[in-house]
């Protein structure tokens, strides 16, 4: 995404992720189905979403003001600001079983909601709204929106699945603290949602930089005379 070139002004994309997951004390919640809690009748329901970005246009900011926003990007006049966030909640279960009324914590739900709830482009703005320039920039970063969306849309059955995966993992746990046991199933979740944005995220990157290519940039400055 770096660039060279005196006089060039170029479009990025800077992502950044972010998570909101409710996290408390964490205990082993997971391991062989306990004699003490029978086995769960139906499998646990698993539910993944992704809230498309619809970006924010700020075109308030200065050339400078953007180039530092992109820290070590070359002369940016348009940038898109994306910071994934997810939000993971669970339902469960307890029951009281047996003589010894031993309460048993069976995982009944997951729900993951993936999003982008503060995406920007910045347009710098020594471009006019309506211009040939200020449209060109727009495109470009619109662009990377697409490609935010479009990816996340296209990853929503592998979520499914490794959800589903992971759920059948997690048996009914005997716990005298079901709030903590609950916690810790939760971590548990939580950890590999982690993993697989973190391995999600890469593939989005270099699909980003696909577009932020000199050939790219070149095609989108000579589409325009007034940089």
Same mark, same amino acid.
């Given at each position: ?21 409710p996290i408390?004390? !964490?205990?082993? %919640?997971?391991?062989?189905? $306990?004699?003490?809690?029978? @086995? ?7 539910? +993944? *979403? ?71 482009i910045y !347009?710098?703005? %020594?471009?006019?709204?309506? $211009?040939?320039?200020?449209? @060109? ?7 990377? +929106? *697409? ?81």
């Amino acid at each position: 995404m770096n660039t060279t070139g005196k006089g060039c002004w170029w479009f990025f994309w800077l992502m950044t992720v972010g998570a909101v997951v409710p996290i408390g004390p !964490i205990q082993a %919640a997971t391991g062989s189905e $306990s004699p003490a809690c029978p @086995a769960a009748e139906t499998p646990v329901n698993v539910e +993944v *979403r992704f809230d498309s970005a619809n970006p924010f246009i700020d075109d308030s900011r200065s050339r400078a003001w953007i180039q530092n926003k992109a820290r070590q990007l070359h002369h940016p006049v348009g940038l898109t600001e994306s910071r994934l966030a997810h939000t993971l909640t669970a339902h469960f279960e307890i029951r009281s079983t047996g003589k010894t009324q031993t309460r048993c914590i069976y995982l009944k739900s997951i729900s993951l909601i993936l999003g982008y709830p503060s995406i920007k482009i910045y !347009i710098a703005n %020594a471009y006019q709204a309506g $211009s040939c320039e200020y449209q @060109a920039i727009h495109r470009h970063e619109v662009e990377h +929106v *697409r490609i935010i969306n479009g990816h996340q849309e296209r990853s929503l059955p592998q979520w499914q699945s490794q959800l589903q995966a992971l759920a059948r993992t997690i048996r009914p746990l005997p716990s005298n603290n079901p709030q903590q046991a609950q916690q810790g199933i939760l971590q548990k979740l939580d950890q590999a949602v982690r993993k697989e944005i973190q391995r999600s995220e890469k593939i989005l990157k270099a699909q980003q930089a696909a577009i932020d290519t000199t050939q790219s940039y070149a095609k989108v400055q000579a589409s325009c005379r007034q940089w």
